[in-house]
C-alpha cells in the first residue's frame, strides 16, 4: 500500500485545487467549482480549518480539510464532545480513485488525529453517495444518523478514540 503524506495547504496550491474542482468526479458531490474555490481559498486564513494536500508516494492526489465543527453550531450535527474534529476530502486525479487510496489516506489521518488525543473525528457524506459512505467505513468510521445541514441532508459517521485498557 502506498505511503501517504499530509502537507498543509498554501496559496501556491490553489490552481491545482481549482484543477480538481472542475473535475466530474469532485464536481459530482462538492458542487460548483467556482463556489468551491471561493469557499476553500477563502479558508486558508481560517484558523478553525487546516487544510491539506494529500499526496501518495509524493503524488499529489487529494485535498483534506480538517476543521472544528464547533465554530459552526448550524451544521446540524448536534452536541458533539470538545476536541471533536470534522473531515471533508477528495480525489482530484481520476486514475487514483476506485484504488483504495481513499479509505486508506482517510484512516492514516484519523488514526493520527485520534492518537493526539481528540475523542472523535466526524464526517457527513451526502446519504446517496455510496462510494463515500463505503470508503469511511473501511476507514473504520460508524454511522450515526441522517442530519440536515445548511447543504441538505447528510449521513453523519464517526471515528471515537479507542477506550483505554
Same mark, same amino acid.
Given at each position: 500500500?502506498?505511503?501517504?503524506? $499530509?502537507?498543509?495547504?498554501?496559496?501556491?496550491?490553489?490552481?491545482?485545487?481549482? &484543477?480538481?474542482?472542475?473535475? !466530474?468526479?469532485?464536481? &459530482?458531490?462538492?458542487?460548483?467549482? *467556482?463556489? &468551491? $474555490?471561493?469557499?476553500? /481559498?477563502?479558508?486558508?486564513?481560517?484558523?478553525?480549518? @487546516? &487544510? $491539506?494536500?494529500?499526496?501518495?508516494?509524493?503524488?499529489?492526489?487529494?485535498?483534506?480539510?480538517?476543521?472544528? !465543527?464547533?465554530?459552526?453550531?448550524?451544521?446540524?450535527?448536534?452536541?458533539?464532545? @470538545?476536541?471533536? %474534529?470534522?473531515? =471533508?476530502?477528495?480525489?482530484?486525479?481520476? =486514475? +487514483?480513485?476506485?484504488?483504495?487510496?481513499? /479509505?486508506?489516506?482517510?484512516?492514516?489521518?484519523?488514526?493520527?488525529?485520534?492518537?493526539?488525543?481528540?475523542?472523535?473525528?466526524?464526517? *457527513?457524506?451526502?446519504?446517496?453517495?455510496?462510494?463515500?459512505? %463505503?470508503?469511511?467505513?473501511?476507514?473504520?468510521?460508524?454511522? @450515526?444518523?441522517?442530519?440536515?445541514? !445548511?447543504?441538505?441532508?447528510?449521513?453523519? +459517521? $464517526?471515528?471515537?478514540?479507542?477506550?483505554?485498557?
Amino acid at each position: 500500500m502506498a505511503s501517504y503524506q $499530509f502537507r498543509p495547504m498554501t496559496a501556491a496550491d490553489l490552481p491545482l485545487i481549482r &484543477q480538481w474542482l472542475e473535475t !466530474p468526479q469532485v464536481a &459530482q458531490w462538492w458542487g460548483d467549482a *467556482d463556489t &468551491q $474555490f471561493e469557499l476553500v /481559498s477563502g479558508d486558508l486564513a481560517h484558523p478553525a480549518i @487546516d &487544510q $491539506f494536500i494529500v499526496a501518495a508516494d509524493g503524488r499529489p492526489f487529494a485535498y483534506l480539510q480538517c476543521y472544528d !465543527p464547533h465554530v459552526w453550531p448550524e451544521n446540524g450535527f448536534g452536541p458533539l464532545p @470538545d476536541g471533536t %474534529r470534522g473531515i =471533508d476530502q477528495f480525489i482530484g486525479e481520476a =486514475d +487514483m480513485i476506485g484504488r483504495g487510496h481513499g /479509505s486508506a489516506f482517510v484512516r492514516a489521518f484519523v488514526d493520527d488525529q485520534l492518537a493526539t488525543g481528540r475523542p472523535y473525528v466526524i464526517t *457527513d457524506p451526502d446519504p446517496t453517495n455510496r462510494r463515500a459512505v %463505503r470508503a469511511y467505513e473501511k476507514a473504520g468510521f460508524n454511522k @450515526d444518523r441522517l442530519v440536515d445541514t !445548511p447543504n441538505g441532508p447528510a449521513l453523519l +459517521m $464517526f471515528r471515537r478514540k479507542a477506550p483505554s485498557r
